[in-house]
């Protein structure tokens, strides 16, 4: 009588994930399919980008608007917010993606080591935050150059 219980618990508890599952998947397919929609264009209201050489010489001005060409060395995603890593062979920069600039396909879909060309502002980071530097590079406006996919199991060789 009890193991009849526990495996009718068991079948419903399975039967309930696979559910969620299901639900979960449907929402992050609907998700992609409406970030591929959002399209960015540069803001042509902002002063003129000042294009970086080099992200370990940039001069701090709040009044001037960068860009950054690099990759990503580190990256976390959040619900609302996404902060970069990028290196460009000369030093590491804090990069915040927000807004519309996070609801892109490629902004959902970004990967380590993939190349990218970032526009916006710098600012200091808060006391008791961190970041190289000691400042961010808050994004209006980027472009995904390159795309590092992934290697899976199945692609690599086997000796």
């Known amino acids: 009588m009890n193991s009849r219980r526990s495996e009718k618990k068991a079948d419903e508890l399975a039967e309930r994930e696979a559910k969620e599952k299901g639900e979960e998947r449907q929402k992050r397919e609907r998700l992609f399919e409406e970030s591929k929609s959002v399209v960015l264009t540069e803001d042509t209201s902002l002063p003129k980008a000042i294009k970086v050489v080099k992200t370990s ?43 519309r600039v996070k609801q892109t396909y490629h902004a959902l879909t970004l990967t380590l080591k993939s190349t990218v060309e970032l526009i916006g502002t710098l600012q200091v980071v808060p006391e008791g935050k961190m970041a190289p530097g000691g400042h961010a590079l808050i994004v209006d406006h980027w472009q995904l150059a390159w795309v590092l996919h992934p290697v899976r199991k199945m692609h690599l060789l086997t000796v």
Request: proline share 0%.
């Open 57 to 99: 010489v940039m001069s701090f001005n709040l009044t001037e608007v960068f860009r950054v060409f690099g990759w990503i060395h580190r990256l976390r995603q959040q619900k609302d917010i996404t902060f970069l890593t990028l290196r460009d062979g000369t030093g590491y920069l804090q990069v915040v993606l927000s807004g």
